[in-house]
């Protein structure tokens, strides 16, 4: 049975909604199985941005996605050997990338 529901993505607070719409879209624009920390976070900023919030600072964004991954919507590990740093990287376990971002966007249009 899938995890990822309309019921269960409808129910998140709207920062982890932006939060799950930014690791949506930096998996479909890269094309890949993950993204880093960083690079969710940066598409992060621009997708609060675009729906009227001030982006979360960095603590509170690790937070978002921590309850994320305790949720079942994604995955985080930290890499093996060949990554410089402390990144970690995430995942979507249960549903494609672009069909994820397309229904995260419906539910934020209809929130405005």
């Known amino acids: 049975h899938p ?11 709207r920062h ?7 690791i949506a879209r930096t998996l479909r624009k890269g094309n ?5 920390t960083g690079e ?4 992060y900023a621009l997708a609060a941005e675009e729906f009227g ?7 509170q964004f690790w937070t978002f996605l921590k ?15 060949g990554i410089v740093g402390t990144t970690t990287l995430i995942s979507l376990p249960d549903i494609p990338a672009a069909v994820l ?10 929130k405005k």
């Open 40 to 43: 969710a976070e940066e598409r």
């Open 53 to 59: 919030e001030k982006p979360r600072a960095h603590t």
């Open 67 to 81: 309850d994320l991954d305790s949720l079942g919507f994604i995955h985080t590990k930290r890499p093996g050997k």
């Open 32 to 36: 890949a199985a993950f993204c880093t």
């Open 16 to 22: 982890k909604t932006l939060t799950l719409l930014a």
């Open 3 to 13: 995890f990822v529901t309309d019921t269960k993505l409808r129910e998140l607070e």
């Open 101 to 110: 971002e397309e229904k995260l966007l419906e539910i934020l249009r209809a």
